[in-house]
């Protein structure tokens, strides 16, 4: 069975602090692994990984994936209180078509002024 | 603007009763899907449509239904609701192809049942 595991499933850190999430997978026939942010409501995109060693930024976010090692992480850089939320890995196991996401538990991320 | 909407957002009911959630999209994705997160915020897929053709059926009680009568449009029916039912319901969207494409979350429907 497609699994994804995240670690660690809570942190809380101070504002300006630097953190890493981890997600780590099995899956047949793996296509990209995704990262989702879920503050209140909807979980929002963050980056989608595709290929090995190439790390996807946006702004503070950075992200890589390590498929030797079957696993991926998320960092954050200058934590502010606005980066507290959910933050969800999923991988798309299937070869083409659509797409069926299978998530991780979530890292819940709290960050204190 | 609303990309992905879901009505209605809360929804409580008894045991027993039969109720639907709706989604819609204005993105022109040719994908929706159903997902179900429970209370440990596990986010499980459910369903999913490509062209109003069921694609993707997991291992889900069929007191649940899903319909899309059009591309833009996917409701979820769910007879003889049960306590377990008790959870939020993501409906999102994507463009399908040989490649992966990000999904697009609606805001979720908070089902409740007493």
């Known amino acids: 069975e497609d699994k994804v595991v995240q670690s660690p499933l809570s942190l809380v850190v101070h504002e300006g602090d630097t953190v890493t999430l981890n997600c780590s997978y099995e899956?047949?026939?793996?296509?990209?692994l995704l990262w989702y942010k879920q503050e209140k409501k909807a979980p929002t995109f963050l980056f989608m990984l595709?290929?090995?060693?190439i790390e996807k930024k946006s702004g503070r976010l950075s992200s890589i994936l390590d498929k030797k090692e079957l696993s991926s992480i998320l960092n954050i850089t200058a934590t502010q209180t606005g980066d507290s939320a959910i933050y969800l890995c999923?991988?798309?196991?299937?070869?083409?078509?659509?797409?069926?996401?299978?998530f991780g538990q979530g890292t819940r991320l709290t960050i204190n002024p | 603007d609303t990309a992905v909407s879901q009505t209605p957002k809360y929804l409580v009911t008894q045991m027993g009763n039969d109720k639907s959630i709706k989604c819609e999209q204005n993105?022109?994705?040719?994908?929706m899907y159903w997902y179900k997160q429970d209370s440990k915020k596990f986010l499980k897929i459910m369903f999913s449509?490509?062209?109003?053709?069921?694609?993707i059926n997991e291992t889900v009680p069929n007191r649940f239904s899903p319909k899309s009568p059009d591309k833009a449009h996917l409701n979820l029916h769910i007879n003889s609701l049960e306590l377990g039912d008790s959870a939020v319901y993501f409906c999102?969207?994507?463009?399908?192809?040989?490649?992966?494409?990000?999904?697009?979350f609606g805001p979720g429907t908070r089902l409740t049942v007493t």
């Open positions: 999102a969207s994507s463009i399908t192809g040989t490649a992966t494409y990000e999904q697009y």
């Open positions: 899956v047949t026939n793996f296509r990209s």
């Open positions: 595709t290929s090995s060693g």
């Open positions: 999923a991988v798309a196991p299937h070869p083409q078509g659509a797409q069926k996401l299978v």
């Open positions: 993105l022109g994705h040719d994908t």
């Open positions: 449509y490509n062209n109003k053709e069921l694609i």
